[in-house]
């Protein structure tokens, strides 16, 4: 946003940002990232929280190591063991064996996820184990 008096202004609240990341060349601005729309790494943070789920499941990461506070399943570990269980190339009935392992290590890391109203967020865990999934429940 430009204010009328020709001062970009932050996305978030609006205030006068001076041209610091962002090159001004001639009338035309150039911005180097996303930042740039913001006039301080607090209104940054503050938009993507409200505008980015993966930004959401970096923080959660970051503040909690990949441990949930609810039920206390490490996530990251979790992941990692069923991504040692290969499924690529595998078809039929060795396919249907990988996904009943991962699923038994899935339990043995946390009984909710055989409970109801997991069915859709284990399902992809066990298809696609990456954190983000992981991070759903």
């Known amino acids: 946003a ?3 008096g020709g001062e970009r202004l932050c996305a978030l609240c609006m205030k006068a940002i ?3 990341g962002a090159v001004a ?3 035309k601005l150039s911005l180097k990232s996303r930042q740039d729309l913001f006039c301080s790494h607090d209104c940054y943070n503050k ?4 505008s980015s789920g993966s930004y ?3 923080k959660l990461r970051e503040i909690e190591r990949g ?5 206390n399943l490490d996530c990251i570990k ?3 063991a069923l991504r040692a269980v290969k499924t690529q190339g595998k078809s039929g009935d060795l396919l249907r064996e990988a996904l009943e392992e991962r699923r038994r290590i899935l339990y043995s890391y946390s009984e909710k996820f055989s409970q109801r109203g997991f069915r859709v967020v284990r399902e992809r865990l066990l298809t696609q184990p990456i954190e983000g999934n992981a991070w759903q429940a």
Not at 47 to 50: N, S
Not at 67 to 71: E, F, G, K, S, W
């Open 2 to 4: 430009i204010s009328k």
């Open 18 to 20: 001076e041209c610091i």
């Open 25 to 27: 060349n001639g009338s």
């Open 47 to 50: 938009a993507m929280l409200c």
């Open 56 to 58: 959401v499941r970096r």
């Open 67 to 71: 441990v949930c506070q609810m039920c």
């Open 78 to 80: 979790a992941v990692g």
